[in-house]
């Protein structure tokens, strides 16, 4: 009787063992759905901030999205599927947002191929990675995706690296035989980040993104970044502080000064956008109202209410995101 509890004993931990060394197999993802109204001009005349999603009035779609992931004990696999909206707008017509493999080397060294979301800027594609529903300029008008071939280095003492090598921005297919170049340098969160391509796709961008908890409570967030292609561009920048009143509701501003650039042209447009948004989670649903006010310099790209030009819009939305 001994003998055959010693040998259940030694069956069981093998068991155990294997477990604890088998591949694992995640998933996770998100949906989101929101109702938006103008407060400055009348929902039945089609105007957006010009930002990529959140863009329709009344009662709209986000995205859909999973994402698979097959973790091994130096390899594993990334496929983040997308649908919807959100989706279109960002990946175009592959519904793959992202999809990459990626190997361990070592301890400090980490090799990943295939699609994966940008590294510039402080917002992401998901809206659950956000804090704002909404989207800025300078994420709007900046990389989404890239494809190739990335390299991300830990250096010890809060210090990273990452470079890469990829197709030009936001292309899968690459039939212009262009290239693009990509770098970071990260220390303690905070992230200076590069860009650059032979095609004049994005050009050049210089990004700067990071934060600081200033209390347990109080968070605050930036980004800088300025880009040129073929002697014209943008440049911005953002603050993001944001407060925590209790465990389960937040409260965040975005203010942003976003403007475009040329060689030989002055008093180019620019505008100053404000975003006021709470946050309130059960379990695994966010809810985020959010009120937003953009005013351009000079540029009326708007109606008002009585449908006359104007260089301010102003909306209310309120967006639900479950993440599982």
Known sequence: ???????????????????????????????????????????????????????ETGFALGMANVILSYEGEKTGVVADVVFGPRADAAVGGYNINQLYAYWNVSESTTLTVGRFNTYLGYE??????????????LFSNGPFSHVGLKADFDLGSDVSLMLAFMNPTDVNNNTTGG?????????????LNLYYDDEEVLGFEIDYTGGFDLSDD???????????SDDAGFYGFALYPQLATSDAFSIGLRGELFG????????????????????YTVENLTIKPEIRLDSWSEAMPYVDS???????????????IYSF
């Open 1 to 55: 009787m001994k003998k055959i509890f010693t040998l259940l004993t030694i069956a069981c931990s093998v068991v155990v063992f294997a477990q604890d060394e088998a591949p694992k197999l995640s998933i996770s993802g998100t949906v989101d759905a929101y109702y938006q109204t103008n407060l400055s001009a009348s929902d039945t005349v089609s105007q957006s901030f010009g930002t990529s999603f959140a863009d």
């Open 124 to 137: 992401v594609i998901s809206p659950a990675g956000n804090f704002n529903y909404s989207t800025s300029y």
């Open 179 to 191: 290239y693009a170049l990509g770098a970071q340098l990260g220390y303690a969160g905070q992230y």
């Open 218 to 228: 109080f968070f605050l967030g930036i980004n800088g970044a300025y880009q040129v």
């Open 260 to 279: 475009l650039h040329a060689d030989g042209a002055d008093d180019l447009p620019s505008v100053f956008a404000t975003t006021l948004t709470g946050s």
């Open 306 to 320: 009585d449908g006359a030009a104007s260089d301010a819009l102003a909306a209310f939305t309120v967006a639900a």
